[in-house]
């Protein structure tokens, strides 16, 4: 196994160059320009290169009406456009948590601040964890 690792770590080159499995390319949101009231989506490609990908007029324009469009993928032959759907989530009890090592802290309005402490379980960890280390150093046989 050495030998193989020398060999191939050394600088020399390989006669089997690497191949393309897949040939794609994510385009962040920074780089493009989207148009919600013409259905449009701009890419930049390279500077002076935009391509424009529209959805108006597609057999899912019905299906997306509202939601935001995601990273598009860009293939050799086609270009896939996710979309990203919103739905409003409505929270009835809301508690607002602060966590700490000893202690989990919250707030509600309607009860006020809730305190749980969380040192018996850190002690617990620190004494197992201190045990564990002895039952290691034991069964290494350097005690």
């Known amino acids: 196994m050495k030998n193989w690792r020398r060999r191939y770590l050394r600088g020399r080159a390989r006669k089997v160059k690497p191949r393309i499995r897949r040939r794609y390319a994510r385009c962040k949101t920074t780089l493009m320009k989207i148009d919600y009231h013409a259905k ?15 959805w108006k007029s597609t057999w899912f324009e019905h299906r997306v009406r ?9 293939f ?4 896939v456009i996710p979309f990203k ?3 409003e989530i409505y929270v009835r009890r809301v508690i607002g ?11 509600k309005p309607s009860i006020g601040f809730i305190h749980v402490d969380l040192k018996p379980p850190q002690s617990i960890k620190i004494l197992y964890e201190r045990k564990k280390a002895i039952a290691q ?3 290494r046989g350097e005690l």
Not at 40 to 54: N, V
Request: glycine share 14%; proline share 2%.
């Open 66 to 74: 509202g939601w935001t469009v995601g990273e598009a993928i860009i």
């Open 76 to 79: 050799d032959d086609r270009v």
């Open 137 to 139: 150093r034991k069964g």
């Open 85 to 87: 759907g919103s739905e």
């Open 97 to 107: 948590w602060d966590s700490n090592e000893l202690s989990l802290d919250g707030y």
């Open 40 to 54: 449009t989506i701009r890419i930049t490609l390279k500077q002076g290169e935009y391509p424009s990908i529209s």
